[in-house]
Each structure stands twice: as C-alpha cells, then as structure tokens.
C-alpha cells in the first residue's frame, strides 16, 4: 500500500506563468513518455517480476514517477496561475482552457489525452526491461527538447532534475536485466520465460 | 496462523482504522474525540511496526535496519500467496 507525502521530490518556484510552456510541457503528464505512463509501466510490471531485486527496483521507481507526476502538475500549476483571458488567446492555451479551464488533466502537447497504449506490460522480464531502458531514453530526450524551448530558470531547473532522474533509472534497469540475465541461462537467456514457464532458471 | 502474519494482519487493522480515521479528520477537523482515537491508534501502530522491522524486516525502505544486506527486496512480496 501506499503513503502521501505532503512534499515535493524537488522544489518548483515559478515567478511568471506562461501558458505557452505549460502546453509544451504537459506532454511530461500525459504524453507518449510522460511520467504517468513510466509510473503506470513499472507498477503494472511487478508482478510478472520474479526476483526480489527487480520487484524492489520496479516498485520503488514506480513510486518515483508518482512524485514526477506531481512535480510536473506542480509546474502546470505554478504556468497557469492567474491568467488573464488576453493571455489565454494570444498564448495558444485557448485550446486546452476551453475543455479544463486551467484544471490539470492529462494530455499530450498535441492534445491527444492520455492512453495505456503508451506502455506495456509484457509478462517477460527480459521484454519489460528493454522496453523500460527505451522508455527513460525517450523521457530524457524529451526533457532535452524541453530544455530547447524554455528560456526561464525557474523553469530549467526543476526539468534538469527530473531529466537528470530518467538517467539514473536507465542506469538501474541496466543493472536489473544484467541481474535477471545472470540468473538465467548465460549462454540463452531466452530459452524459457522465468516469468511463465515453470522451473525456469531454477 | 504464522507468527509474521498475525502481526502483519495487527499492523493492517491499525492502519485501516487510521485511514478512516484520517478521512473523517479530513471533513471534521477538530473533532476532538476522532482526535485522540487517532493518537491512540497511532502509538499501537508504531508500537506494532517496530515489533515488525525487529522480527521480520522492513515494511518501507527507511525501515531497513540490516547494515550488511538491503533486506527491502527480500521475498515474499504482498502480492505472493503466502
């Protein structure tokens, strides 16, 4: 089960709200590689997980991504805060406010609303690995392309730190598939799905 | 039952009564009644949780008192028929 903390992972403090960058950013909600489909991916995942180590690992990144989920809302929030309806036409934001006001909801930058389709949950270790290295490459090449288009520090910094995260992860799901490749068969770590197949890796 | 079941299932009495009690606080406040129930729950919670951490291992990471092994990823986990 599961404990809120009434904190953020890291602070977000923005001056200046600009609805423009709140529509860019919010694909980091509920985008292709946004944090709520890491976080979804990896706590869907655990349970086809058949060591210790990785369903740690997948919890506890899971858990993570829930407090990027927030930060990014947080950074909504703080873009969106007092605007005037000037600024909502002139800005663009004029597509997402006439649907959800300035309400935090999940979209993609293209308005696309949030899918399960953005993830999978495979039922084979060495599958889900592979998908979850891709999937915080992708997140980092996003907030790289983030970092492009957002000029106010307020802005960059708590973006660099949660890029900085998707790095640490791929580090860590790195290590769990060598783990998990370790426990099987080194020479064939497909001949059997650990996840499925009994006495597998046994 | 087992002994480590009996106490996880203590632990999980005491929580959902916290939860409850939580909520209710959340709409009322200061009612001072709920208050003191809450403490009350909260002690035999921490109590029972240490009791836990000493016999069986951690139920969050902080709670890892182990300094030579990280007994956080040690099986079974709460899915796991036990």
Known sequence: ?202 | MDPRCALLRKIKQYDFSLKELNLYLDTHPRCQRALAMFAQYKKLREEAVAEYNDKFGPLTPEQNQNLQSWDWVADPWPWERS
Not at chain 1, 11 to 29: E, R
Not at chain 1, 99 to 124: E, L, R
Request: hydrophobic share 35%.
């Open chain 1, 1 to 202: 089960m599961w404990q809120y903390e009434k904190k953020l992972q890291y602070p977000v403090n923005i001056k200046n709200p600009d609805p423009k960058m709140a529509k860019v950013i919010i694909s980091q909600l509920g985008g292709p590689d946004g944090e709520l489909a890491a976080s979804l991916r990896y706590l869907n995942q655990r349970f086809a997980m058949p060591y210790g180590e990785v369903k740690g690992l997948l919890t506890d990144i899971g858990t993570e991504e829930l407090a990027h989920v927030e930060m990014i809302s947080a950074i909504l929030y703080q873009l969106t805060k007092g605007l005037s309806i000037d600024e909502i036409k002139a800005s663009g934001f004029d597509t997402y406010f006439v649907d959800h006001t300035t309400g935090i909801y999940p979209v993609a930058a293209s308005g696309t609303p949030f899918t399960a389709t953005y993830f999978q949950s495979k039922g084979d270790i060495i599958t889900d690995l592979h998908e979850n290295m891709a999937a915080e490459q992708k997140a980092r090449t996003t907030y790289d392309n983030i970092l492009r288009l957002a000029d106010d520090p307020d802005v960059r910094d708590p973006i660099r730190f949660l890029r900085q995260r998707e790095i640490v992860h791929y580090q860590r799901f790195g290590e769990a598939l060598r783990i998990t490749q370790d426990k099987l068969n080194e020479k064939n770590f497909y001949a059997c799905n650990p996840s499925f197949d009994k006495n597998c890796g046994k």
